[in-house]
């Protein structure tokens, strides 16, 4: 049996991803977010920090999500990513170290582009909502998105568009949409099959 991933191991297969790439949307009038990816080394190896929203957002309600929100005025995506860590989770953003961006997103629903932050932490925090956005705060083992019946794919259309949509089911959530899309993206570059 093979060793669990660290946070050293993913930070070492993400070399080639750093931060600061540029931020280029797809469609006018897209709205610029970002989203902390957390990672900490657990019992069982790296550890993602994830949150599940609550009912009384306008959109994506219940749904599991990373700390994230839209980037500010005169802010870059990094800082936007660990202020809203702060407000969502009351993560002080001096414990989080980033080094690394996932693809960046365009999302046409919400009309949003959103550059995926990805941060160590020393240890996985306990953690716990500070905004009425947040319902619940976890943290979940990258190899337990990798245990077999976690995950699975649909592909769904949109007029023209066909795309690929992802779920896992961890820790007791259903996680997917762009929150999968970027797990499904950060699991095919640190975990590739044998």
Known sequence: MTSPLSVADVRRLLARHPTDRP???SFHGAR???VLVALADGSSG???LLTRRSMIVS???GQVAFP???VDSGETVTEAALREAHEEVGLDPALAEPFAELAHLNTEVSRSYIVPVVAELAEPFPL???SVEVDHVFWAALGDFLRPGVHR???WSDGDRTREVHFYDVAGENVWGVTAAVLTELLTLTLPDD
């Open 46 to 48: 790296a550890e993602v």
């Open 68 to 70: 994230g929100g839209r």
């Open 128 to 130: 716990s909502a500070s």
């Open 32 to 34: 610029i977010a970002a």
């Open 153 to 155: 794919s649909e592909w």
């Open 23 to 25: 931020v280029e949307p």
């Open 59 to 61: 959109s994506h309600k």
